[in-house]
């Protein structure tokens, strides 16, 4: 069964091309990453990620976490990144895990928080991390599905 935008009913969708849709990517959006599990759903959950065009996507997650399990066993995730305002545009990204950086550098962890967070706010959130592991995995993108209602068909 094919699954459609709801406004996919009104409108003409429009694929971005590959350089557009690796530029929406990179830019600062809260994604939503889904990870296959035997029992039961895809876990859907927001997170913070990073993406330069052409790379890998990059999540960073404690190692006790849901998702660090889920995506130790699935060794693949998918990332969904929208924007939510007239036009709408979205770029869902899928592919397997290709490095597992258990102990990530202190700077790469600095670097995602900023991205998010400016000032105050990003120097509170490191705080709180400090001395806290963090695992990065990195995601070699080869599904890609994209849609921008700005480009008219």
Same mark, same amino acid.
């Given at each position: 069964?094919? /699954? /459609? /935008?709801?406004? +996919?009913?009104?409108?003409?969708?429009?694929?971005?091309?590959?350089?557009?849709?690796?530029?929406?990517? @990179?830019?600062? /959006?809260?994604?939503?990453?889904?990870?296959?599990?035997?029992?039961? $759903? $895809?876990?859907?959950?927001?997170?913070?990620?990073? =993406?330069? *065009?052409?790379?890998? #996507?990059?999540?960073?997650?404690? *190692?006790?976490?849901?998702?660090?399990?889920?995506?130790?066993?699935?060794?693949?995730?998918?990332?969904? #990144?929208?924007?939510?305002? $007239?036009?709408?545009? =979205?770029?869902?990204?899928?592919?397997?895990?290709?490095?597992?950086?258990?102990?990530?550098?202190?700077?790469? #962890?600095?670097?995602? @928080?900023?991205? =998010?967070? @400016?000032?105050? +706010? @990003?120097?509170?959130?490191?705080?709180?991390?400090?001395?806290?592991?963090?695992?990065?995995?990195?995601?070699? $993108?080869?599904?890609?599905?994209?849609?921008?209602?700005?480009?008219?068909?």
């Amino acid at each position: 069964m094919a /699954h /459609h /935008h709801p406004m +996919a009913l009104t409108g003409r969708m429009a694929v971005m091309s590959e350089s557009k849709r690796e530029e929406f990517l @990179a830019g600062v /959006h809260v994604g939503v990453i889904s990870i296959a599990r035997r029992e039961g $759903p $895809p876990l859907a959950v927001p997170v913070w990620y990073g =993406y330069e *065009p052409g790379g890998d #996507v990059l999540v960073q997650t404690a *190692p006790e976490s849901l998702k660090f399990r889920l995506i130790d066993a699935a060794r693949e995730f998918t990332l969904v #990144v929208q924007d939510e305002n $007239p036009p709408y545009r =979205y770029v869902s990204v899928s592919g397997p895990v290709v490095s597992v950086d258990d102990e990530t550098p202190w700077a790469e #962890v600095e670097e995602l @928080a900023r991205r =998010y967070l @400016a000032g105050e +706010a @990003a120097d509170d959130f490191l705080k709180s991390l400090e001395g806290a592991k963090i695992t990065t995995f990195r995601m070699r $993108p080869n599904r890609w599905y994209s849609t921008d209602y700005s480009i008219s068909g």
